[in-house]
């Protein structure tokens, strides 16, 4: 099975950021430049980025479609999946008519069921729900009142024509601390294809995560500061 590595550029205000709890700190690597992360990630052999809008993720409106727009016209041969926040449509299309290939909806547009399903059935082709999981819960950074039973939760989206899941553990996001393989395994249990975030770190991180039932895998800090060789991860993501 082939499995799909994503390296993460997390951009805040059109530069390179790191995630924190309190919101996004500016990181220096690559000279802070995202485009300079995408070509370098692209040459070590990325064949799909995953580009975060930071501002939007912790509250603000769309504002680092530019950065988007950048990365496709630099590389137009890479697939660009973007996430951050986004909660319906309209943040969607920005990204999309931004050069974006997929789009993560964000696990705060949870608390609307509605609103969800009507986006699955619309663009179910271009879309990952994004499963943010806390204590075994699913929950949204800076949406406090959302707190749902995971397998409830993937058991109606499923039957709502989500095509994948973004699961990610938030207390291990930016962390490198490893994955949470036993959320992979219970996500999995839904029948759809999963992909994995939050704490992977090496490569023997990226072999758990694919023995535990995951499709793929979004690495952040560990390929951004070199802690991760991407270059020797990418090769064995193509590996049979």
């Known amino acids: 099975m082939v499995f799909t590595l994503l390296p993460a550029i997390d951009v805040s205000d059109g530069r390179l950021a790191l995630y924190t709890p309190d919101g996004p700190r500016p990181h220096d690597a690559f000279g802070g430049d995202p485009v300079a992360a995408a070509e370098a990630y692209v040459a070590a052999g990325a064949r799909w980025l995953h580009v975060v809008d ?8 769309p504002r680092n479609e530019g950065v988007v727009g950048a990365i496709r016209a630099a590389l137009p041969e890479v697939s660009l ?12 299309q920005v990204y999309l008519a931004a050069g974006a290939d997929r789009f993560v909806v964000a696990s705060a547009a949870l608390v609307d ?59 291990r996001v930016a962390t490198m601390a490893g994955p949470d393989l036993a959320l ?39 390929a951004l500061e070199g802690a991760m060789s991407l270059t020797d991860a990418l090769a064995w993501a193509r590996e049979p």
């Open 184 to 222: 992979i395994r219970r996500a999995r249990r839904a029948g759809r294809p999963v992909h994995a975030a939050g704490g992977i770190a090496t490569l023997e991180d990226l072999r758990a995560v694919r023995s535990a039932g995951a499709d793929g895998a979004v690495v952040g800090r560990a």
């Open 54 to 61: 930071m501002d939007l993720a912790f509250g603000q409106e």
């Open 81 to 92: 999946q973007v996430s951050g926040g986004i909660r319906h449509a309209a943040h969607a």
């Open 113 to 171: 069921e509605r609103a969800v399903t009507d986006l699955l059935t619309r663009e179910a082709a271009r879309l990952v729900v994004g499963i943010e999981v806390g204590g075994g819960r699913v929950r949204a950074r800076g949406v406090p009142e959302l707190d749902l039973d995971l397998m409830t939760t993937l058991g109606w989206l499923t039957a709502a024509g989500a095509p994948a899941f973004l699961v990610t553990e938030i207390g």
